[in-house]
């Protein structure tokens, strides 16, 4: 991307958030959301906005909430995209655990250089999703459209892949690390508890885990024995 004006650290935050925001819930995003995310008032959050619209940056309306513009998506997802790359370079390459990059990639996303991140892009051939399975943008801005599904979507002796997670918090990967699971492996599901819809499944084809019905809602899995998680950006998950 060609930038026509320098961004802010902070800014490039807002842009990243608002863009998150609007992925989860489609529309314009309430200034009181935002500001929630941010952790500091409204009337911050306002005073900032109405600046980063001054920059065409976003869509401002007080009273109906803000819209990426064009360039706010670009900046956004130039973001995303330098995260998402950070966080995959220190796991597979550096070797840190999952739970520990996010906030080390919140600090490296806002590096100014897009040749660096192409590099380590082509060093780690071209990945389609980061540690956690969300996408990671190329160098186009374009977003590989994943088939995942919960696991909680999946039926009794059906054998899949685990391919992501839904959340990224600390605590929640280092419950996932803690029974056994990983990004990659083999999974069937024996049965599914009626009561609470807890699952139980072997991994792997020796360790037999339980699941809460929360933990399987929040694991993303495929059920092709070849997906576009573990394949070359250019392969397309067949149907």
Known sequence: MTKQQTNTLSEENYLKLIYHLSQQQPGRVATSTIAAGMEISAASV?????????????????????????????VAIR?????????????????FGWHEVHAIAEQLEHIDSDVLVDR?????????????????????GVIFQSCFKELISIGVGTSCRITGVKVDSEAFLKLFE??????????????????????????????????????????????????????????????
């Open 46 to 74: 306002t005073e900032k906005l109405q600046r980063m619209a001054n920059k065409n940056l976003i869509d401002y309306e007080k009273s109906k909430g803000v819209l990426l513009t064009s360039d706010g998506m670009r």
């Open 120 to 140: 380590i892009d082509e060093l780690l051939q071209y990945p389609k999703f980061d540690p956690h399975g969300e996408p990671i943008p190329d160098a186009q």
């Open 178 to 239: 803690g029974l056994g699971l990983s990004i990659g492996a083999k999974i069937m599901i024996e049965s599914i508890e009626a009561f609470d819809g807890s699952h139980s499944v072997i991994c792997n084809d020796r360790m037999h885990i339980r699941l809460s019905r929360e933990v399987a809602n929040n694991v993303l899995v495929t059920i092709n024995d070849r997906c576009c998680a573990f394949e070359s950006r250019n392969f397309q998950c067949p149907q």
């Open 79 to 95: 973001v995303v995209r330098k995260h998402r790359i950070w966080e995959t370079f220190l796991v597979k390459s550096l070797r």
